[in-house]
């Protein structure tokens, strides 16, 4: 299983993002303890840092979404991947251009992992 998540907390621009705690950090990539597999995390990172997008595992988010009823069930895997807004909304809330190359290269990553 693989959860994708694109968070952007408030709808009025003054409003502060956890992710504007780093400007570095692109993408965030979400663990569990009992559904992320190493390999998993090792995967995710590669791909989008071979990509050119700056990662960091938990920080600012940590954690992933598993449905209640598989909670238990250790052969479900999942991975959270969250977005720094700045690069894809402008201080507008508009999206910027990149959004399509951005959204390509969350796609290459989930047909690399298939």
């Known amino acids: 299983m693989l959860c994708r998540a694109f968070q ?34 090792e995967i995710t990172v590669n791909h989008f840092s071979e990509k050119g997008v700056s990662v960091k595992i938990n920080e600012p988010y940590s954690g992933t979404m598993v449905p209640e ?17 700045k690069l894809y909304v402008n201080n507008m809330y508009k999206f910027k251009p990149i959004i399509s190359d951005l959204l390509e290269k969350i796609d290459d990553y989930e047909w690399s992992i298939a």
């Open 8 to 41: 952007i907390l408030s709808e009025t621009p003054d409003a502060p993002f956890p992710s504007d705690i780093d400007e570095d950090i692109d993408i965030c990539i979400g663990t569990d303890a009992i559904h992320t597999p190493l390999k998993l995390i």
């Open 69 to 85: 009823h598989h909670k238990e069930n250790v052969l479900v895997q999942s991975i959270m991947i969250e977005v720094n807004k």
